[in-house]
């Protein structure tokens, strides 16, 4: 499956954003779906995760209350919504799928990825 986000930019603090990764190519209902976050310098990290139907979600605990996942099988569409940003969620964000049901918070059990997005939140 092939993944391509978007929805990236610039917002102050306090500000919200929604991003989108399009999935083509594949059935995207059969791939528990990843967003992750990389900030220069630092580890791809965890941000968000959502199951296959959609009915289980995970979030790390930095973006917990304030990030919601969410997915459309319909329109093979993974969206991010982002709320009460803070300069610390300066980064770009990727959004990746797994095969099967199952999310996980590593990374590295994704199989595959998109090109990213920049998100930059300025105090």
């Known amino acids: 499956v092939q993944l391509i986000e978007s929805g990236g930019g610039s917002v102050q603090a306090g500000g919200s954003l929604r991003l989108s990764c399009a999935a083509s190519?594949?059935?995207?209902?059969?791939?528990?779906m990843g967003w992750f976050r990389q900030a220069p310098g630092k580890e791809r990290e965890f941000v968000a995760a959502?199951?296959?139907?959609?009915?289980?979600?995970k979030y790390a605990d930095s973006v917990k209350g304030r990030f919601v996942i969410s997915r459309d099988t319909a329109k093979n569409t993974l969206t991010l919504r982002m709320n009460s940003l803070k300069p610390e969620d300066t980064a770009v964000y990727y959004c990746?799928?797994?095969?099967?049901?199952?999310?996980?918070?590593?990374?590295?059990?994704?199989?595959?990825w998109g090109q990213g997005t920049q998100v930059t939140v300025s105090s």
């Open positions: 190519g594949g059935t995207f209902s059969s791939y528990a």
């Open positions: 990746a799928a797994r095969l099967g049901n199952l999310y996980n918070t590593d990374p590295h059990t994704y199989n595959n």
């Open positions: 959502i199951s296959w139907g959609g009915g289980y979600t």
